[in-house]
C-alpha cells in the first residue's frame, strides 16, 4: 500500500511538472479548455490543468517583417511595372490573432498586393515614380484598419522596389541624358555670356584709363608749354629791366637790332626785310666799340 501511494505522489508530481510553463518576455500563449478559449497567458510561470486545457498557440510580440515578392501592378496610363514592398507589424491581441483568420502573413499578402494594385491604378507613371511617400501611408492606412480584426497592427509600409517596363528605362535614360545635355548647354551659354561680359567691361575700364591718361599727359603738356612760355616771358621782361637799369642808349638797341637780324638770316627764310637804317651800322659799330672802351 505505501508502495501504491509513493507511485501515485511520483505520478502526480511528475504530471504537475510537465504543465508547468514559462512564458518568456515578448511572448504569450493562447489557452484552451476543453476545446473553447480559456485565457492568454503573458511573461511569468503558469500551470495548466492536465487533460484539460491545451496551449493552442504561441504567439510572439515583436515586430514582424514581411517581405513579398514583386508584384506586377499596371499604372492609369497602362504602364505595367514591378513593384516591392515591405511590411512591418505588430502582433497585438493573440487571441484575435490566433482565431481571427487562417493563415494571417498570407492573407496580409494578398491584402496588401489588392491595395497596390487599386492605389497605383489611380496614379500615372510619373506619380508613381515621384509619391512613394504617398503610396506608403496609404497602404499602411489600409492594412491597419483591415487587420486590426485579426489582432494585428501594421506599423509601417515601404516600397522597396519599382521596375518600369526596359522601354520605359531607355525612354527615362535618353529623357535624362538629353535634360542634362540641355542644362550643359544653358551653363555653357552663361559661361560665355558671362565671359562676353568681363572681357567688356575690361575693354571699358581699360578705354577709360587710357582716357583718363591721354587727358592728363594733355593737361601736364599744356602744362609745361605755359610754363615754358611763362618763363620765356619773364626772360624776356627780366632782359628788358636789365637794359632799363644800365640805362642802354640807341647805340646798344641797335646792336641788338643787328643780333637779331643774323639770327634772322640764318634761318631758312626766302625773304628779309633790311630795316631803313642799315645804312648807320658802321657808325652802330663805332659807338659799340666806344661803348666798350668806357
Avoid at 110 to 115: G, K, P
Avoid at 173 to 199: C, D, F, T
Amino acid at each position: 500500500m505505501t508502495y501504491v501511494l509513493i507511485v501515485l505522489a511520483a505520478f502526480i508530481l511528475l504530471l504537475i511538472i510537465t504543465n508547468i510553463r514559462i512564458v518568456s518576455q515578448s511572448n504569450a500563449c493562447v489557452l484552451e479548455r476543453l476545446g473553447a478559449y480559456c485565457a492568454t497567458w503573458g511573461v511569468g510561470i503558469h500551470v495548466k490543468v492536465p487533460f484539460i486545457d491545451r496551449i493552442s498557440n504561441r504567439v510572439s510580440l515583436k515586430e514582424q517583417v514581411a517581405d513579398f515578392d514583386p508584384q506586377p501592378v499596371i499604372t492609369k496610363d497602362n504602364v505595367t511595372m514591378m513593384i516591392d514592398t515591405v511590411i512591418y507589424l505588430q502582433i497585438t491581441d493573440p487571441k484575435l490573432y490566433t482565431y481571427g483568420v487562417m493563415y494571417p502573413f498570407k492573407a496580409i499578402e494578398n491584402l496588401a498586393i489588392t491595395t497596390l494594385r487599386n492605389i497605383i491604378g489611380e496614379l500615372e507613371l510619373d506619380e508613381t515614380l515621384t509619391s512613394r511617400d504617398m503610396i506608403n501611408n496609404r497602404m499602411r492606412s489600409v492594412l491597419d484598419e483591415a487587420t486590426d480584426p485579426w489582432g494585428i497592427k501594421v506599423n509601417r509600409v515601404e516600397v522597396k522596389n519599382i521596375t518600369p517596363p526596359k522601354s520605359i528605362q531607355e525612354a527615362m535614360e535618353k529623357q535624362m541624358r538629353a535634360e542634362r545635355e540641355r542644362r550643359e548647354s544653358i551653363l555653357r551659354a552663361e559661361g560665355e555670356k558671362q565671359s562676353a561680359i568681363l572681357v567688356a567691361e575690361g575693354q571699358k575700364a581699360s578705354a577709360i584709363l587710357k582716357a583718363e591718361a591721354s587727358r592728363e599727359a594733355a593737361i601736364r603738356e599744356a602744362e609745361g608749354e605755359a610754363q615754358a612760355i611763362l618763363n620765356i616771358q619773364r626772360a624776356t621782361a627780366d632782359g628788358l629791366a636789365m637794359l632799363k637799369a644800365v640805362a642802354a642808349d640807341d647805340a646798344l638797341i641797335r646792336l641788338k637790332s643787328l643780333e637779331t637780324l643774323q639770327k634772322v638770316a640764318e634761318g631758312q627764310a626766302t625773304k628779309i626785310i633790311i630795316p631803313s637804317d642799315i645804312q648807320n651800322l658802321a657808325g652802330l659799330v663805332t659807338g659799340v666799340t666806344e661803348l666798350v672802351k668806357k
